[in-house]
């Protein structure tokens, strides 16, 4: 499919430059490149959008062109851009293979047909408390060590489809937002921009259960009702136990796709 390019948009740098500061400890290029993504797979930037030439995304990032040029590299080469001759860098509307490059939107739910779908997450609760025993076993913590918990419904199409619970180590997220409005929607993609915690591997475990209370008042179900519960510990690039997740799923209109590549 061919898009008509839409207006050229522009990157302001005063919005940039924080997010350049806060990413201690990763590549300028991998933060130009997340910061592009994550415009493209929320949805900001449509499919036919054409992006600034180099220099001025170079500019509005206040880096070098050449850390620009390879995070635009990269983004080609995983099918998110097109280069076109007397155009410039196109948004294809193709998203990527879910791997580990891209976590930051992690999302398996596809639609029944294996299309992706876009969902948005809601945040019902946060808490900042001590790990209990199976938390810092699982995270490797010392007795007392405190946690943020963090519970969100994911929603596609205004249908409420899976609730989870994140916990994550609060000494590797000081200054955790702790107000449910200031939470980011895309907390791997935080994680790694302001902490410059990049999650490198998963561990996951996958069973069937029945909904409980709770599960059948935020996903809006009727009992008796199935779900798929998803047990996941996720590692840091230096191979640290950083996060825990607990999702449950129901997937009468969705199911479930794990692309190894």
Known sequence: MVFEPTPRISIQRTAIRPLLSEAAGVPL?????????EEILIGRWLPGTVLPGEVALARG??????????????????GLLTRRRKTGTV???RRPHHSLRSFFQYFRLHALDGSVVRSSARVVGIELGNASPAESAKLELSAGNRVVRLRRVRSVGGIPVM?????IPADRVP?????????????????????????????EEITAGLADER??????LEPPAALLVMDEL??????????????????????YVNEVT
């Open 29 to 37: 290029y991998e933060t130009v490149k997340r910061h592009l993504s």
């Open 61 to 78: 990032f206040g880096v070098a062109v050449g850390t620009v040029r390879r995070a635009l590299a990269e983004l080609t080469a995983e």
């Open 91 to 93: 948004v294809t509307g």
């Open 163 to 167: 609730h989870d619970l994140m916990v």
């Open 175 to 203: 200054g955790f937002p702790l107000s449910a409005g200031d939470v980011p929607e895309l907390v791997y993609l935080h994680l790694l921009e302001r902490y410059g915690i990049r999650i490198s591997a998963v561990r």
């Open 215 to 220: 599960d059948l008042e935020l996903l809006e």
């Open 234 to 255: 996720g590692f840091d690039q230096a191979g640290t136990p950083t996060i825990l997740n607990h999702h449950r799923a129901q997937t009468a209109r969705h199911c």
